[in-house]
């Protein structure tokens, strides 16, 4: 498959023990874009993520998953999704390269395919020099970088990252966000979910959750001027109210 990639949620809903995760959600989101999934703690977003993956099943509702506007069956997207999760992953004892070779196993990719993979991830993230330094020696944004390398060994079309720069100083949060800019010029479809509410003019499109509900959503300037306010720290605001 080689297609550009899209999703669709059609008023999914969720429920994870007394607490309704998603409450009748349905957004879009298309290859070439970088989609900001954008709210607060418990806002739903690691519930939608997991969705979008197949690792929860919607009580109500659907994801429709499309290549080239062609609907495709989930079996056959999964393969070329990858995902980075918001808790920490990675294992400590292993180092930068053990873990390239340990996911490169994993994805069963060609050795010669990985030779070249491998070098262009290291110059990217700039991990060349650190190769023999375990994962429990890096700083916070080196260890998110070797995080979104061991996800892109694959080389993905959708990438969901949960929360990827939580944690990070701003100086790694800003070169995490160049390194996803470069993969969106790739056409790949990239799905943010983050809590921090400057990321969210980072975006293409954003989609703002409150208590399992779409709020908002759209281009971020855009967004804002429809909306009257001039951050989105007073956007969440004004819909915290309207949203039971």
Request: charged letters at 25%.
């Amino acid at each position: 498959m080689t297609g550009q990639f899209s999703l669709r949620v059609n008023e999914v809903r969720k429920r994870l023990g007394t607490n309704q995760a998603l409450a009748g959600v349905s957004l879009e989101f298309v290859a070439g874009k970088m989609h900001g999934i954008i709210g607060p703690e418990g806002a739903g977003k690691t519930t939608l993520m997991r969705t979008l993956l197949g690792l929860l099943k919607p009580d109500a509702g659907s994801v429709e998953y499309f290549e080239d506007g062609k609907p495709l069956e989930f079996a056959a997207v999964r393969p070329r999704m990858a995902y980075m999760p918001q808790q920490q992953s990675l294992y400590p004892d292993l180092s930068i390269n053990e873990h390239l070779e340990f996911f490169r196993a994993l994805y069963q990719v060609p050795a010669e395919e990985y030779r070249t993979r491998r070098e262009e991830l290291l110059e990217i993230t700039r991990l060349g020099p650190f190769v023999d330094r375990a994962a429990a020696q890096l700083s916070g944004g080196m260890y998110k970088k070797l995080g979104l390398m061991c996800a892109l060994l694959r080389s993905p079309e959708i990438m969901l990252l949960d929360e990827p720069t939580n944690g990070v100083d701003p100086i790694s949060r800003r070169e995490f966000w160049e390194l996803l800019y470069r993969l969106a010029d790739r056409q790949i479809l990239i799905l943010v979910a983050t809590a921090y509410m400057d990321e969210a003019e980072r975006c293409s499109d954003v989609h703002l959750l409150e208590s399992g509900r779409v709020v908002a959503e759209g281009e971020p300037r855009a967004l804002l001027a429809r909306e009257h306010v001039g951050s989105f720290d007073e956007l969440f605001l004004n819909h915290a109210g309207a949203v039971t």
